[in-house]
């Protein structure tokens, strides 16, 4: 166990209201094996709790798998208009959620339920943020544990904010985190990069993912290198630096290869060199300059989504109500 917490810490409720966030896509062979066991676990550690299904657009019968649980107070089911993403799925279930701590974790039971016990335990003892971070990725392949590692080598260049490796979406949040993440306006969402960005006193917890209940992840290598972008450019210039070090470095070169063109022809009387030179140069320069437009193309398009100020996210329907907004009423 990694922390950061120190023990000036003001008292906290040992049973603290709870909302659990889930968004889910297409998991209706999940969620009627997880939500009872999610269910039971919340009301054995406090009396007002509520867990937040966010359907994403789901296409199969997710719905109907949520129905039996919406008849008493514990669960509620929020519907968006469409697929949106899971970065913006678990922002309405953060806009919803209502307890004064609130737990993210996926819908297909590779989050172990009784971890909660640990981080409720943590935000006790002064945690703002609990953390859950894979202790192995040895049931990846060498390609996504390789394109991990650049990933979080290249955000975490910038030294002010650091986000922690293999931490997930799997966390403890207190109420004055949930707050500071509603008020980021950021349309391009990338939480993982917000998490660590608004700060607090974070702890990281161990744990290894169970295997995926039922069906096979959503998450394509695509979206994978998708979110992974959106992280790069909304949490890093390093790839404008970058290429700005080598137009530099070649614009150097290429003096530096006048000169000695030059030179060679007043001191040895070498002719200049011919069109096979000049071609490959040509197209050696027009990629580079191509690839430079490229990246510079990805933030203004990111500046582009966020001038347009469209919603994170639509609701298309809600049903359920959760025992924290029961038990204030």
């Known amino acids: 166990m990694r922390s950061t917490v120190d023990s000036s810490v003001p008292t906290r409720p040992t049973r603290p209201a709870i909302s659990c966030v889930m968004p889910a896509y297409n998991e ?34 997710t ?3 949520v129905a039996p649980f919406l008849t008493t107070p514990g669960v509620r089911y929020v519907r968006l208009s469409r697929n949106f993403g899971k970065e913006q799925a678990l922002t309405a279930g953060i806009d919803l959620a209502r307890g004064e701590v609130v737990v993210l974790m996926d819908s297909d039971l590779q989050h172990p339920v009784d971890l909660i016990d640990r981080m409720v335990q943590a935000w006790v003892g002064g945690a703002d943020m609990v953390c859950a971070a894979r202790a192995s990725r040895a049931d990846e392949t060498w390609a996504k544990r390789l394109g991990t590692w650049a990933f979080y080598r290249l955000v975490n260049t910038k030294h002010s904010v650091h986000i922690p490796v293999d931490a997930g979406d799997f966390r403890l949040m207190d109420r004055r985190v949930v707050d500071a993440l509603k008020s980021l306006p950021e349309r391009n969402r990338f939480m993982k990069g917000l998490y660590a960005w608004v700060g607090f006193r974070t702890e990281i917890i161990d744990y290894t993912p169970a295997e995926r209940h039922a069906g096979t992840s959503s998450f394509s290598m695509r979206s994978l290198v998708r979110l992974a972008l959106t992280g790069v450019t909304a949490f890093s210039n390093v790839p404008l630096r970058l290429w700005s070090a080598l137009g530099a470095l070649i ?12 030179a060679q022809h007043f001191i040895y009387g070498h002719d200049v060199p011919g069109w096979a030179t000049l071609v490959c140069s040509l197209m050696f320069f027009s990629g580079v300059q191509l690839l430079s437009i490229g990246i510079l193309g990805e933030y203004v398009g990111r500046i582009f989504d966020e ?8 609701v298309a329907s809600e049903a359920g109500q959760g025992l924290v907004e029961a038990d204030a009423r």
Not at 38 to 59: F, K, P, Y
Not at 252 to 257: N, S
Not at 307 to 314: A, N, S
């Open 251 to 262: 614009a150097f070169g290429g003096m530096g290869f006048g000169l000695l063109v030059i």
């Open 307 to 314: 001038v347009k100020r469209r919603p994170i996210y639509l």
């Open 63 to 65: 719905a109907l798998a």
């Open 28 to 61: 209706a062979a999940n969620l009627p094996v997880l939500l009872p066991q999610l269910s039971a676990h919340l009301a054995g550690l406090t009396d007002r709790w509520e867990v937040v299904v966010v359907d994403d657009g789901s296409t199969d019968g």
